[in-house]
């Protein structure tokens, strides 16, 4: 659903988990991701591939709000 570009790497973003909006990389020196629709998100991270990484094996009910 959502992608972002970083140094050549592209991050894909799986919808949320709980709306099934679109989800939005978010950072300078940390990372989270957030859903644009209703701001469910991930904890921060040092690196956006983290972020990304734990949005995306997330679960229903896994983030924080």
């Given amino acids: 659903c959502g992608e972002i ?3 050549n790497k592209s991050i894909e973003l799986k919808a ?5 909006g679109a989800a939005e990389l978010h950072g300078q ?3 989270y991701v957030e ?3 209703c701001a469910l ?6 690196r956006p591939q ?9 679960m229903e009910g896994q983030l924080n709000e």
């Fill in 41 to 46: 998100a991930t904890d921060r991270y040092a």
């Fill in 35 to 37: 859903c644009r629709k």
């Fill in 16 to 20: 949320c988990p709980c709306c099934g």
């Fill in 5 to 7: 570009s970083m140094k």
């Fill in 29 to 31: 020196k940390t990372f």
């Fill in 50 to 58: 983290f972020a990304a990484e734990a949005w995306n094996r997330r």
